[in-house]
């Protein structure tokens, strides 16, 4: 069953759409304000003295903010930016929408230039000191030799670009200046440099280190070029090692003039150790950052361990004495898989007595006759 609407249904449904229509079509401007700063919003072309509403993201603000249909704020942050609206009226006319956007003036950039290709070229990478919350626009410019070069933005990271070498081993220095640009204000650098000053390998990479057998204080350490240097052959690189114990900070450093290999004679033996390797042009820049750390420990002698016929253990009993006086036997146990026997201890006592009883028995037959003949001669 239908029941009919009333016509002013109707009505305050479309007022209602009106009203939403108005508050949503409105196009927004955009206003920068400096962070800790007081700014004021203007709606749009009303009369200063004119009776609006404001809103920020939406929500109605208190009017101790208006100064007639201006909106100030006071000593703005972070938490400022945001949409604000304006209406007019009981009618909530909107009448002008700004988008804030609280933030900073750029300071100095800090600008980068480094050869880790050469002689291929070099690249220069930026960054601001602190942010600045709002759109930054970054201008580079490059000469050599009162000579303009391109510099070939990367697509990622957005903040560096690419030059390359037009002049080999040329004496004449190279210009850089960075321009950074935003709504509340605008900052600068320049660096001047030679080419061969910048040039900086990547550091080495695949560094590996691992015990010698049979060598409880010798460590073998390998590495391999960085991927990123052209020319190994024309520009060969040095290398500098350091190493040191877990359990002490002091580094130990050896500098290598060629090859990617390096034994280690001095390790402590049974130590962990961490081991960095550094890169550098043989007559031109400086050294590599460090190598990513690799860990290894010096070669040790591993136990050995007897069969189960030679794990016997000899276990002696303290003498014994029979109630006679005799010296008791020794007694040996092992724990293999033969069976226990005794060791005749009192052999060599028993072949004593023997021959003590010999030597009686001769002594008794000498000392016979001659008393004998001692007694017949004083007849």
């Known amino acids: 069953m239908s029941f009919p609407v009333p016509s002013t249904c109707y009505v305050v449904l479309a007022a209602v759409v009106v009203v939403y229509a108005q508050r949503h079509s409105q196009d927004s401007h955009t206003q920068y304000a400096q962070l800790g700063k007081d700014v004021t919003l203007q709606c749009g072309s009303v009369d200063r003295d004119a009776v609006v509403t404001w809103t920020a993201n939406n929500t109605d603000l208190d009017a101790s903010h208006l100064n007639g249909s201006w909106l100030v704020l006071r000593h703005v942050d972070l938490s400022h930016s945001g949409l604000y609206s304006c209406y007019e009226g009981s009618s909530w006319h909107l009448k002008y929408r700004v988008n804030l956007r609280v933030g900073t003036p750029p300071k100095e950039p800090v600008l980068m230039c480094r050869s880790n290709n050469y002689p291929n070229g070099f690249y220069c990478s ?51 200046t960075l321009t950074v640009t935003n709504a509340l204000g605008r900052n600068s650098t320049t660096i001047s440099f030679d080419e061969f000053a910048i ?67 001095d390790a402590y033996a049974g130590k962990e150790y961490i081991i960095q390797v550094a890169a550098k042009d043989n007559e031109i820049g400086t050294w590599s950052d460090w190598s990513v750390a690799v860990h290894a420990t010096p070669w040790t002698e591993e136990p050995k361990h007897l069969t189960t016929e030679a794990q016997g253990t000899v276990k002696l009993t303290s003498p014994l004495f029979t109630s006679a006086g005799a010296l008791g036997q020794f007694q040996e146990t092992t724990t293999s898989s033969t069976s226990a026997f005794v060791v005749p201890a009192t052999t060599k006592a028993d072949e004593s007595d023997r021959q003590a009883n010999c030597g009686a028995a001769a002594i008794s037959w000498v000392v016979g006759p001659v008393l004998v003949a001692f007694g017949i001669h004083f007849i």
């Open 126 to 176: 930026w960054h601001l000191p602190s942010p600045t919350y709002i759109p930054d626009t970054f201008n580079i410019t490059v000469k050599h030799d009162s000579k303009e070069i391109v510099c070939e933005k990367d697509a990622s990271p957005k903040n560096r670009c690419y030059i390359r070498y037009l002049h080999l081993f040329s004496t004449k220095k190279y210009k850089v």
């Open 199 to 265: 040039v900086k390998p990547d550091p080495p990479e695949n560094v590996v280190a691992k015990p010698i057998p049979n060598n409880p204080r010798r460590l073998l350490v390998t590495w391999q070029y960085p991927s990123t240097w052209p020319d190994p052959d024309s520009f060969p690189l040095k290398f500098f090692l350091r190493y040191r114990p877990l359990i002490i900070d002091y580094w130990q450093h050896v500098e290598l003039s060629d090859g990617t290999s390096h034994v280690v004679t």
